[in-house]
């Protein structure tokens, strides 16, 4: 009987760290993947009260009933001792070890208990689980910081066994770290911008210029202001020399350097439009394009055969 109810009292411990250890937002995203396991543990995880309430009553319950059987066995003293040293080594260290360390998945193999108790101190359980909630609220899903799921990305990158591999950790960090960063953070200086003038002629000398630039949107200034857009591939098939000002969009558009990057992506998006002057109110600070928007959130430079060191 002692040995028994010292087997019951390290199961229950166990289910205790080992179901509270897995929280239920967790278990449900799990659950939606699939995982057979996850939602039969859910079903008991997903009302925390109820559950440790009747966890801790059957721990209780029989770490009292061995501790009398061991005093009525032997002297109250040494039952009392011996019961102690028992109950924290077999009933408490040894199994929350063992299910510590392999997860809510052993849960599986003691459904059969929940089941028992759950029916058992329904009576109790349930009134005291509704007044837990009333008092102390619902159990609050578990929310991370950037810097915390980055760090959790980078963690699981590093693990020989994880499924998530370098390349992936590095997108999805500057994925989430992105939207920090503003237009201003990663324009391009108006003095280091190729750009022509509006009343420029195209002919074979600006053509070589800005086949060496490199760059298939050249801004067109009028007056040290950037009023459009010279597409390369406009000027394809034309017969030159032509005025720029014939050849250009005369449509850009501009974004406030205080924007954060998300908005200039669905800036982007939206306009269907790859370069934005930046503004800092009427002053133009030079220019950002989605390349530079997408570098960022790969966390990588996109070189192509134009670029340079």
Not at 69 to 81: E, I, K, R
Not at 112 to 130: D, E, G, H, Q, T
Not at 199 to 207: K, N, P, Q, R
Not at 209 to 217: D, N, P
Request: hydrophobic fraction near 45%; include cysteine.
């Amino acid at each position: 009987m002692a040995v028994l109810l010292l087997a019951l009292s390290g199961i229950f411990s166990g289910l205790n760290i080992g179901l509270m250890m897995a929280r239920p937002d967790d278990l449900k995203r799990k659950a939606g993947q699939g995982d057979e396991i996850a939602k039969r543990v859910y079903r008991y995880r997903k009302d925390g009260y109820y559950l440790i309430f009747c966890i801790l009553l059957g721990n209780v319950g029989v770490n009292t009933a061995m501790s009398i059987l061991l005093g009525n066995m032997t002297n109250g003293v040494v039952g009392g001792l011996i019961a102690t040293l028992l109950i924290t080594m077999f009933g408490e260290i040894l199994p929350q070890a063992i299910f510590t360390q392999r997860g809510y998945r052993f849960v599986r193999y003691f459904f059969w208990l929940l089941n028992v108790i759950y029916v058992l101190f329904w009576p109790l359980a349930r009134p005291m689980s509704k007044l837990l909630n009333h008092w102390l609220g619902k159990e609050t899903p578990q929310l991370y910081s950037h810097q915390e799921l980055e760090e959790i990305i980078h963690e699981h990158a590093e693990r020989s066994d994880s499924p998530v591999d370098y390349d992936e950790s590095r997108i999805a960090a500057g994925a989430l770290q992105f939207s920090k960063k503003t237009a201003g953070d990663l324009v391009t200086p108006m003095s280091e911008v190729f750009t022509v003038n509006l009343d420029d002629e195209l002919d074979a000398t600006l053509l070589a210029r800005i086949k060496h630039a490199g760059h298939s949107r050249i801004p067109v200034c009028d007056d040290e202001r950037l009023v459009g857009i010279l597409y390369v591939k406009d000027v394809v098939g034309r017969e030159l020399p032509l005025p720029v000002s014939q050849l250009y969009r005369d449509k850009i558009h501009d974004i406030d350097a205080r924007s954060r990057l998300d908005t200039v992506l669905s800036r982007f998006i939206q306009t269907r439009n790859h370069l934005f002057v930046v503004m800092d109110n009427e002053t133009e600070l030079g220019i950002i394009t989605l390349e530079d928007v997408i570098e960022e959130i790969l966390d990588q430079e996109i070189e192509d055969e134009y670029d340079e060191e």
